[in-house]
Each structure stands twice: as C-alpha cells, then as structure tokens.
C-alpha cells in the first residue's frame, strides 16, 4: 500500500489533522490501540476565557472561527450530534469577582464573550447569592462520540489499523517512509501522553497531567447550563451531570482515585444544595506542556518525521487550528508560528 501520510493516534488532534487530509484529497492510513484516555475523558468544552483569571484564551477567535465550522462539518460527515452549544456561568463567591468581571469585559479582547449584565440565580438547588456571570460562544462537543463514529468510519473506509504502533519496525530511508507493507510520503504522530515512548519525540517537554471525571445523576438539579464555580457542572441529558475536573502532576496512570472522587464530590457540596448519586468515575492523561503550548513540527534529522501534540485541557478548540497549521506548512510550506513551533524548545 502506497498513502501520501500515516498517522499514529486518532485522538482530538489525529482526527484534526485526518479530516485536513481527506479534504484536500491526500491518501492516509491511521494507526490506534486505543491506549490514550485524554480526549474520551475530556469534557470537551470550547470556551474564549479562563475563568480563574478572567483573561482570553490563546489564540481564541482564530481558534473559534477554524473549530465551530470543523465541527459542523464533522456532524454532517458522521450523522452525528455533537455540538450542544450553552452558556456557560460563572458563579460569583462575593462583590469583589464581580468587580474583577466587569473589569475584564470593558477589554477589547474579552468585550465578545462576557455579558455585563449579572444573572441572578433562580436554581433553588444552587447557592449562588452573588448571582452568576454569563460566558458568550461557549458550548461542549461530546468527545466519546466524535472519536467511536470516526473510529468507525475509518474502519469503513479500511483506513485504521486497530493496533499498537512498533516503532521499531519503522524504516526511514531518504523521503521514502516504510512501515511494513505500507508506504508513505510523510509520517505524523499525535500519540498524547503515549509520546514520552515515541523514540523520534521523547525528549519533547511534555509533562502530563491527570485528571478526573465524574458523571452524577441529580434529578432535583435542572440546570440548562454549564456551570463554573470551584468545578465545572456540565448537562448531559437525563438529569445527568459531568462533573471536573482534577489535576495531578504526579499520577500517570488511567486508574481511577477516591481521592479525586472525594474532591470533586466536596468541591459540589460548596455550590449545590440538592442530592445526587455518582454514576461514573473516569481518568486520563493530558498531554500538558510547561508553557502551555502546543507541540507542532518536524524531527531534527528526517524532514518527512512530525509532531502534532501537546493540546492540553482544550484540545477541542486548538485541534483543529493546529491541524491546519501543519497541514499548510507541510504543503504550502508556510511558516509555523514560533509559539507552537517545537523548535522553541532546540
């Protein structure tokens, strides 16, 4: 088999980087064993502002403009839902975070994505006396059914390779790319935490942090919005509710904790009055760097070898920027930005 690209990992950035591909008419086969957990236990939101500092996300209208038409497009090709587009309010715990909210949105950066107007709370199961601050072009995209129907339509369309990528048996010979019976042109991996084992990438700063998940069933709660206080609440249908998330540095395994559990469920009694059952615990590693930044490139010594990776806690919005940054600058040839560019780190 002859393809224009082999790609090692179908997460958030391997499907990006994947739809660049088919819409520009490149042949490519995809490698996955399904080992890495950070994209199906995210909570797969998109959203402009980091809430702890009231401050812009990096990059967020480019982001935006690229992610909410990708993601259009993605439904229409899978049959699938997966934009819930909803507000997302931002608790206030006193006078002096609302002051620092209006602060914040009389900046430029920030005027598109957040109300001036308070919301007062009416949710007699939220202890919300401050009211709450609404966050502008805000939604989720539920991550588990995009990465199983794209799984799926890969299978149909024989272009994934349910299994572990070896790469010993990879042979990189000039501008020519084997890997068993498979030729390829380029090679480009987006393996997540799994890239500390990738021997072509390992040396990249790419740290990991864990995080967990909880999804409760509270029918009591009616909330029809997603909810920031001192954890994300987020409605999934069903009076169920995705709870998260946490961060452990230390931990890299996919093994759920009752220490997680228990923070997240302390975390609720502070905001929440009403009772509710925990139904589902999950785990998984993000693929966090130091400056936050993703990981985007080529090796050092094989021009055809690449990195896209290193998405962090919101990989929904900068997958597909990223994707096509590389995209353009193996095809085009266009620059990387220096942010991105792994580069920065030679």
Known sequence: ??????????GLA???????????????????????HSSTVAAGLYNPVILKRFTEVWR???????ALPYYKSLESLLSKKLDYKSSIYRRFSSIEEQNEWFSA?????????????????????IDAPFGFGEVLHTGRIDTNVLID????????????HKELFKYEDLILDGQEIKYNTISASHIVFS???GILKNPYFKNLPLSGTKGEILTIKAPDLKLDYILKSSAFLVPLGDDLYSV???????????????????????????????SFEVVNQVAGIRPTVKD???????????????????????????????????????????????????????
Not at 60 to 66: K, M, N
Not at 246 to 264: F, G, H, M, Q, V
Not at 332 to 341: G, V
Request: charged letters at 25%; proline letters at 4%; aromatic letters at 10%.
């Open 105 to 125: 949105a009389d900046k430029p950066a920030l005027e598109p994505y957040l109300s001036t107007k308070i919301v007062k709370n009416t949710n007699v199961s």
């Open 60 to 66: 967020a209208q480019e982001q935006l403009d690229i």
């Open 191 to 193: 393996e997540g935490f």
């Open 149 to 160: 129907s794209y799984r799926l339509f890969l299978e149909d369309n024989n272009r994934l």
């Open 244 to 274: 998260g998330a946490t961060y452990n540095w230390d931990d890299k395994t996919n093994s759920t904790t009752i220490e997680a559990k228990e923070e997240l469920v302390n975390k609720l009694k502070k905001f929440m009055t009403c």
């Open 292 to 346: 936050r930044r993703p990981l985007v490139g080529s090796h050092n010594n094989y021009n055809n070898v690449f990195v896209l990776n290193g998405l962090g806690t919101r990989g929904v919005m900068i997958a597909p920027y990223v994707a096509q940054q590389l995209f353009n600058h193996i095809e085009k040839d266009e620059p990387l930005e220096p942010e991105i560019n792994i580069s920065r780190f030679n």
């Open 14 to 36: 391997g499907i990006a980087f994947c739809e660049q591909l088919r819409q520009n008419n490149k042949s490519f086969v995809v490698f996955d064993n399904s080992s890495q």
């Open 1 to 10: 088999m002859e393809v224009d690209y082999i790609i090692v990992g179908c």
